[in-house]
């Protein structure tokens, strides 16, 4: 779309890492490949989705515009970019922030990228990463490039892949932690980007760390994969490690993460995570990608089962020198403060004395203070982000994260700077107080963007943030700790389970309308890292949820006993008495002129499921041969191009290199660990497929495959135009056979 | 240079009085309707944000707004989608579109006539960075287009031009005021001449 587009990567030469140059790249080519027909539209949308560019809602071309569902005319026409994914939809760009980590020059590269390609915000999600909204799949490598050069990837931001390794936000410099967990969450981060071993998954995977179990910064329990520090004394030391849990997970029917050890040393975590990423990649479900998560793994087999084998699985893997090599000055601070430590100098009053309240926590080190910027829904805009960064800038040493409950926290602030900082977040509308409390409401993007969404969970949350804000001042201090999470279906993108109040998308059928509901779920402990989920209690019409959430918070400020906890209260008095309070609620008014209840918060239409579309969050499953295989084929079109430059050398030597791509793609469905080795490569394939006769053409017998091997023999002498030219049409017939001796390989055995 | 994806927001009378609620329905109204030359797609409801985009109608080769940017509300045109033609061509496409929606807002009976053009100001921007960085030589580079476009808009009468926000990292962007003021029409009239 942007006319740009052809110049930034000559811009950027140069300034992005070269893996993460090559990988952009490679997905520009796939864009060209799937624009001209020859790379198949599920591969595509898998490999699109690997660098984090996601569908949105009307993508399958139709709109549901109040009266009658509408066909959306997109200009490419019948292109599609996935199943059902017309090419030109608007569509989600996930951008991944590990850790939450970012420094004021990146927030400018989201800044410069929301305004050029979305719609001038950056929303910040519940996993610490960053969405960009309506972006075009024309303009997905150039925005790439742009945050390459940034040093940020989109690589593996969706799919079924490792997602972003998240971590407390506070880690570094909170009070309660028991040691930084920041070093072990970047090289966890960097080591599973792009690992083979991570490539072949069923379904997604996500890590987080904690500093400590008993707060929620990271919330470990809902993680594949939860990490939190622990300390054992040994020899009369304190040696660090981690307690390691798995097969947590949320979803329609959340799962508790396992303990798999309590104590697992910094230089085993590594080796442990891929191990655990192995036994997953080969025993997880594939087919069936309702439970192909590692919470149905861990669940069938049993924490024991599944213990046993990735401890056998870790007695294999070979050696690799990044196991340890980030441990060296993993254990010193990695942070500075740009201000010396300070106190107040004077008592705090006015909007100051509550946003203090609420928005600023003590650091560890003396004298400093963590700032948390809370964004309304995790939105900012890209004049609010230039501002952040040059706050950031003014008052520390650029130290800026993203949180899981979609804000910013700065850290490091001298807490003699906080009037100061909090007037300058003032002047650009981000000192608003309430981080953290009731106002402070989290919500996945439903109706608004997602393809799922069922309710406007946006809608309801941005309703109950004006309500809520309006009596904030009159609200009860135990009200106002509380915390409430909406997503727009049972998916739990908006963790619902993990709230005092939460709530999640439905639809009821009245009078022959759809009315948009929520269901209510109550019980969920939101500290010890969830310490519990809570449970659905009944389903509300949309539009009296605000009511449903006064009368519960009323009725807790005046029934609780010796200030229980909401959970408590809520287990105490039952669900008999709930539903005796909220019945009349449950019900639209008899009044069927009053059509508001047949509209969702923000949107005007009347209600209708007609929108929902087929998710990608559980990506398309799509094996490493799949991927191989078309790797391949992308690099013999790299090969035609060479060839038309008259670069015979180069053509020559990318076709023999797309051959090898295909045979090892083939020989992995068997030796998942082939090496890189080109004459391990035609060996092994040699072995298991042409002396097997596995890859015969019931026609041509091993004919193709001979072409393999005469090029292997021959790839150490110089192409010439005509041999260059004979080889590209080998390769392309030795890629075809290999396809075809795919897909007559009976499907893999499900374990 | 080439001046692509132009961006055409037309400052509006009285600032303070205008809801920007009632815009959610007239926006999906005019995606059930077509009404614009662009192909219309959604509305984004981003009014919880402080001096931001306020409420988006996402088009596919385009998307128009009643936008809040550095908190001063105008109707904004953001043209997305490449053109062919002349920076003059550009840029009149972009104000046409701008006056048009403009046009709309002002006769749509739920707003009850406070969403209106101050007539007097309108600020314009290039969302690309490559194409036009916000530097002083992008000024001298545009500086006679500008000239000669706004010239033309406003029928050879007085105007303006002032740079906006010399902060390289933003858009490149020229606010243009005029003594007199102008309606949408009138605007309109001379750039069809």
Not at chain 1, 194 to 219: E, I, T, V, W
Request: net charge negative; glycine share 8%.
């Amino acid at each position: 779309m942007k006319v740009s587009n052809a110049l930034w990567k000559d811009e950027l030469a140069g300034e992005m890492p070269e893996d993460l140059a090559r990988e952009i790249d490679i997905f520009e080519t796939e864009l060209a490949l799937r624009k001209q027909g020859k790379l198949d539209e599920r591969l595509f949308a898998e490999t699109r989705l690997r660098r984090g560019a996601y569908g949105q809602r009307y993508d399958n071309g139709q709109r549901h515009d109040g009266k009658k569902v509408q066909q959306i005319a997109y200009p490419s026409g019948e292109l599609t970019k996935g199943p059902n994914t017309m090419w030109d939809a608007p569509g989600m760009q996930r951008i991944k922030i590990p850790g939450g980590g970012v420094n004021p020059e990146q927030l400018e590269t989201l800044a410069e990228l929301a305004e050029e390609y979305s719609d001038g915000i950056v929303h910040v999600t519940t996993r610490q990463d960053s969405q960009l909204h309506y972006v075009h799949i024309d303009d997905t490598p150039t925005l790439m490039r742009r945050l390459a050069a940034a040093n940020i990837t989109t690589r593996e931001a969706c799919g079924n892949s490792v997602r972003n390794v998240t971590a407390c936000p506070y880690a570094g410099v909170c009070p309660d932690e028991v040691f930084d967990v920041t070093p072990y969450s970047c090289a966890l981060s960097r080591f599973l980007l792009g690992h083979p071993d991570c490539q072949n998954f069923g379904r997604k995977f996500k890590p987080a760390f904690s500093g400590c179990s008993q707060h929620a910064c990271a919330l470990t329990n809902i993680h594949d994969l939860g990490l939190i520090a622990v300390e054992r004394r040994e020899n009369g030391e304190d040696k660090r490690g981690f307690g390691v849990y798995v097969g947590g997970g949320l979803g329609a029917v959340p799962y508790q993460a396992k303990l798999f050890d309590s104590f697992v040393p910094p230089e085993e975590l590594l080796p442990l995570a891929q191990s655990i990423a192995r036994v997953f990649a080969r025993h997880g479900e594939k087919k069936n990608r309702n439970r192909a998560r590692i919470k149905f793994l861990v669940h069938d087999l049993g924490i024991e089962k599944f213990k046993e084998l990735v401890l056998e699985e870790r007695k294999t893997l070979p050696p690799d020198p990044r196991w340890t090599e980030y441990l060296k000055g993993a254990e010193e601070s990695h942070e500075e403060p740009l201000r010396p430590p300070g106190e107040l100098s004077a008592p705090a009053a006015g909007p100051f004395e509550r946003w203090l309240k609420t928005n600023t926590r003590p650091q560890k080190q003396q004298g400093y203070a963590v700032v948390t910027v809370a964004l309304p829904l995790g939105d900012i805009t890209a004049n609010q982000l230039r501002a952040l960064a040059d706050i950031v800038r003014r008052f520390t040493k650029g130290t800026v994260r993203t949180t899981v409950e979609q804000n910013f926290v700065v850290r490091w602030v001298s807490r003699s700077d906080l009037p100061e900082i909090h007037q300058a977040l003032d002047a650009v509308g981000l000192a608003e107080p309430g981080a953290g409390t009731i106002i402070d409401v989290t919500a996945c993007p439903g109706t608004d963007t997602c393809k799922l969404g069922i309710s406007s969970s946006r809608g309801l949350a941005a309703e109950l943030r004006k309500q809520l804000d309006e009596k904030s001042f009159q609200l009860d201090e135990a009200v106002q700790n509380l915390h409430i999470k909406i997503s727009g279906c049972f998916n739990s993108c908006g963790q619902h389970h993990v709230a005092d109040l939460g709530f999640y998308g439905v639809s009821r059928k009245m009078g022959g309308y759809a009315v948009p509901h929520f269901q209510l779920v109550l019980g969920g402990e939101w500290g010890h890292n969830v310490g519990s989920y809570g449970l659905p209690v009944m389903a509300i019409p949309s539009k009296n949820i605000p009511q449903v959430v006064t009368r519960l918070t009323e009725r807790y400020v005046s029934g609780q006993k010796n200030g229980e906890h909401f959970r408590d209260f809520i287990k105490r008095i039952g669900k008999v008495e709930l539903k005796n309070m909220l019945d009349d609620l449950t019900r639209p008014p008899a009044d069927k002129t009053d059509r508001s209840f047949f509209r969702d918060w923000g949107d005007p239409r009347e209600y209708s499921l007609g929108d929902l579309g087929v998710g990608e969050c559980a990506g398309e499953v799509v094996s490493s041969t799949d991927f191989g295989l078309a790797a391949a084929e992308r690099e013999v079109f790299e090969a035609q191009l060479a060839l038309e430059d008259g670069e015979f050398e180069q053509a020559g030597k990318k076709a023999y290199h797309s051959m090898l791509q295909a045979a090892k793609a083939l020989v992995k469905i068997e030796y998942a660990d082939v090496p890189d080795d080109p004459a391990q490569i035609v060996q092994e394939f040699r072995t298991r497929f042409y002396d097997t006769q596995k890859f015969f053409d019931p026609y041509a017998g091993g004919k193709f495959a001979h072409y393999l091997f005469a090029a292997h023999k021959k790839s150490d002498v110089s192409y010439t135009a005509e041999s260059a030219r004979f080889l590209v049409e080998e390769a392309q017939l030795f890629i075809e056979a290999s396809h075809s001796c795919y897909n007559r390989l009976p499907a893999p055995a499900a374990v | 240079m080439e001046l692509q994806h132009v961006n055409v927001k037309l400052l509006v009378e009285n600032p303070g009085e205008v809801d920007l609620e009632p815009l959610i329905p007239i926006f999906h109204r005019w995606i059930q309707d077509q009404v614009c030359e662009e192909l219309l797609l959604d509305v984004a409801d981003y009014r919880h944000v402080e001096a931001g985009p306020g409420v988006v109608l996402i088009g596919h080769q385009a998307n128009y707004s009643v936008d809040n940017a550095d908190e001063r509300l105008g109707i904004r045109y953001n043209r997305k989608a490449a053109l062919e033609g002349s920076n003059q061509d550009r840029l009149k496409q972009a104000t046409r579109a701008a006056l048009a929606a403009c046009q709309r807002l002002e006769s749509e009976p739920s707003l009850n006539g406070r969403l209106r053009f101050n007539g007097r100001e309108l600020e314009l921007f290039i969302n690309d960075r490559l194409l036009a960085p916000n530097l002083e030589a992008t000024r001298a580079a545009a500086e006679s287009d500008f000239q000669t476009f706004f010239q033309k808009l406003f029928g050879g009468n007085d105007f303006c031009l002032s740079y906006g926000n010399g902060d390289p990292r933003r858009l490149f962007s020229v606010s243009v005021r005029t003594p007199r003021p102008f309606n949408a029409a009138d605007l309109l009239n001379n750039l069809a001449c």
